[in-house]
């Protein structure tokens, strides 16, 4: 305590460092707020939509096989961290991608995520990326889409806007 008796007194101020080159700070154009340049942003990097399950397996060690041909036209890396949101039963989980047969069309969910979704599910798989805020200002995703086979229809590089 500073000060005498029951006062409190704050303590001295303390001259207020410089933040390192890496980080200066602007005021950001919308916010007003105080922003960091080296502020990494975790943006949609792919996804698949609307895939269906073809295979629920409570007892393999984990992850889910995504058909290879899927991964490759999406650029989702083997091992790659994945977010699943199952479009029947509203569940979200992460787990990591595995590499299917090239052209089966499977999509199996694995471990306990088998718990979160059954064959016929349908499933948008994302994978995401960190990037600077120039990095994202010219970023697409890619998205893939396909049938209820999992053969590929179309792919894009924007999303349709939502109507109100």
Known sequence: MH????????????QRAKPPPRLRTFTGPHTGLLRSRSMQLNLLKAKIHRATVTHAELHYEGSCAIDGRLLDIAGIREYEQIHIYNVN??????????RGEDGSGVISVNGAAAHCASPGDLVIICAYAAMDEAEAAKYKPTCVYVDRTNALTHTNHSMPKQAA
């Open 89 to 98: 039963n509203g569940a979200r989980f992460v787990t990591y991608a595995i």
């Open 3 to 14: 000060g005498q008796g029951n006062t409190l007194l704050p303590p001295p101020l303390l």
